[in-house]
């Protein structure tokens, strides 16, 4: 497959859920935490499913877990996008590549959103797709930052100051031609996000609109955040 000529192709959501969360300070993973009655990764499942072209959901979760969820799933019924349950690994891309293999051959436009992102609009879902069947390889949301940037070195000096008005704040969903997404991750490297293993590669990566809703639940104080947010969707 080449990178370009996606448009036919179907959309696939991997939603990586697989880490600890230690910063949450939970005795489970974070993906597991109970935000207004529901699980983070319940929510971040609906969130994709309401995206109306996405045709296929790959949840990548501690491997513990796999079987269980798979079959939690399977007894919900069918649905208009189905869901596969498979294992993480140890770092964030060997679970994104575990999430990538899982998708069927028929999906040409991938999207990578971590679980913890789980309030995403549907329409910030909707921009980044748009942009890969527009023709771009790679897009991400992202928003304008208000602090003032500093670029400092091993021993906390700031070397750099980059124009604020250039930095962008980078959220999930990230979009991917799937083609140019398996050519980002075949050196096998990690990175802290797909875009930057894109960058890596000389994969020009396109910036959309992000939202204020696509926050991360990290650290205790989102979970008042995110109880917020599941409170106004009806929870």
Known sequence: MSDAGTASGSVGVVIVAAGSGTRLGAAIPKAFVEVGG????DWAVTGAHAVPSVAEIVLVVPSPYVEALAAQYAAAGPSAAPIAVVAGGRERSESVRAGLAALGPQVAIVLVHDAARCFTPVEVFDRVIAAI????????????????????????????????????????????ARAALERAHAAGVMASDDAALAEAGGIPVRVVAGDERAFKVTHPGDLDRALAHAAGAGA
């Open 38 to 41: 529901r699980r983070i990764l």
């Open 133 to 176: 069947l527009e023709g771009d390889l790679a897009a991400v949301p992202g928003l304008p930052v208000t602090d003032t940037i500093k670029v400092v070195d091993e021993a906390g000096f700031v070397r750099h100051t980059p124009d604020r008005e250039r930095v962008r704040a980078i959220q999930t969903p990230q979009a991917f």
